[in-house]
C-alpha cells in the first residue's frame, strides 16, 4: 500500500486561454496530461478561434473542459477559466508553452514545506524558432528586489504560476480594459500584497518567435504599463515605499515615451507623457517633502 503523500490534498485546475493556436494547444495539452503529479482539472477556453481549434481537439483530449467564448482576449479567457475553475489551486498555462513532467509536482512539494505560502513560480527556458536560448540576465526570477524590478519589465511567467484561489478573492481577476501588459499588471498588484515563492528548476518551456504574439507585434509596451501603475496607484493599495518605486517608475517610462513619439513627429502624444511625466515628479516631491516635515 502507498503511503499518502502530503500533496495529494491540493486540487488543481489548470487554465489554458488560446486563440487561433490549435497546432500549439495539441502540445501544450500533452505536457499537462504527462504531469507525474495528475491535476484534477484542465480547463481551454477558446477565445472566438476561426481555426476549429474545440472541433478538431476535443474528441482527442475528453476530460478537457472546453469553454467558448466571444473574442474577448486573453485576460477575458483567463477570467472566464479561473471562474468555472472548482479547484482549490490555480495553474496557469499559455496554449503556445510546455511544462517540464514535474512541474505541478516540484511546485505542491514546495507549497506544503511552505504553507504561509499562496503562490509560486519557476524558472523557464526559451526557445525561439526552435533553439533553446538563454532569458535574458534581467529576467532573474530571484525574490531579491523583484517588486521593483518588476515595475520595470514582466517577470514572473504566467505559464509557470500556481496560487490559491484565494489571491483572486484578494487582489481581482485580471484586468480587461488592457489589452497587453495584463499579466504585468496582475503580478504587480499581487507584489504589492503576497509573498511569492520559486522553484529555481527551468519547468516551463517558452515558445517564441511566431508572428502572432502581441509582445512582438505592438509598440511602446510602456504605454500599457504607465496605464496600469496609474491605475493601481487609485487603488491606495500599497505603503509609502512601494508608492516611490511606482512613481519613480511612470517618471522612467514617460520619459522615454515621450521621447518615443518627439521622434516620430507625434507632438499631441509626446506632450501627453510629458505631462505625465510632471505629475509623477511632482508627487514625488510631494511625498519627499511629507517625509522631511
Request: aromatic share 8%; charged share 25%.
Amino acid at each position: 500500500m502507498v503511503a499518502p503523500s502530503a500533496t495529494d490534498n491540493f486540487s488543481v485546475s489548470v487554465i489554458i486561454p488560446t486563440y487561433n493556436r490549435s497546432s500549439f494547444l495539441r502540445s501544450a495539452l500533452d505536457s499537462v496530461y504527462s504531469q507525474s503529479h495528475q491535476v484534477n482539472e484542465i480547463i481551454v477556453v477558446d477565445d472566438g478561434s476561426t481555426d476549429l481549434t474545440v472541433e478538431e481537439l476535443s474528441a482527442d483530449y475528453e476530460s478537457v473542459s472546453f469553454i467558448r467564448q466571444e473574442n474577448q482576449g486573453v485576460s477575458s479567457a483567463r477570467n472566464n477559466g479561473i471562474e468555472k475553475a472548482e479547484g482549490e489551486w490555480i495553474a496557469l498555462l499559455d496554449s503556445d508553452d510546455r511544462w517540464d513532467q514535474d512541474k505541478i509536482a516540484r511546485q505542491l512539494s514546495f507549497l506544503s514545506q511552505n504553507p504561509a505560502i499562496q503562490i509560486c513560480h519557476t524558472g523557464e527556458k526559451w526557445i525561439r524558432n526552435g533553439k533553446l536560448i538563454s532569458p535574458p540576465s534581467f529576467l532573474d526570477k530571484s525574490n531579491d528586489g523583484l517588486f521593483e524590478r518588476s515595475l520595470e519589465r514582466c517577470i514572473i511567467c504566467p505559464s509557470s504560476v500556481l496560487f490559491h484561489r484565494s489571491v483572486i478573492d484578494a487582489i481581482g481577476t485580471f484586468d480587461e480594459n488592457l489589452s497587453i501588459c495584463e499579466d504585468y499588471d496582475f503580478w504587480i498588484r499581487l507584489l504589492l500584497s503576497y509573498p511569492i515563492g520559486l522553484v529555481k528548476e527551468p519547468l516551463v518551456e517558452k515558445y517564441g518567435g511566431h508572428a502572432d504574439q502581441l509582445s512582438m507585434s505592438t509598440w511602446g509596451l510602456d504605454r500599457f504599463r504607465v496605464q496600469s501603475l496609474e491605475k493601481i496607484l487609485l487603488s491606495e493599495n500599497y505603503n509609502r515605499k512601494q508608492k516611490v518605486k511606482i512613481l519613480q517608475a511612470i517618471a522612467r517610462k514617460t520619459t522615454l515615451l515621450g521621447i518615443g513619439f518627439a521622434k516620430h513627429g507625434k507632438e499631441k502624444e509626446a506632450d501627453l507623457y510629458q505631462q505625465k511625466k510632471n505629475q509623477a515628479l511632482e508627487q514625488l516631491a510631494s511625498l519627499q517633502q511629507t517625509s522631511a516635515l
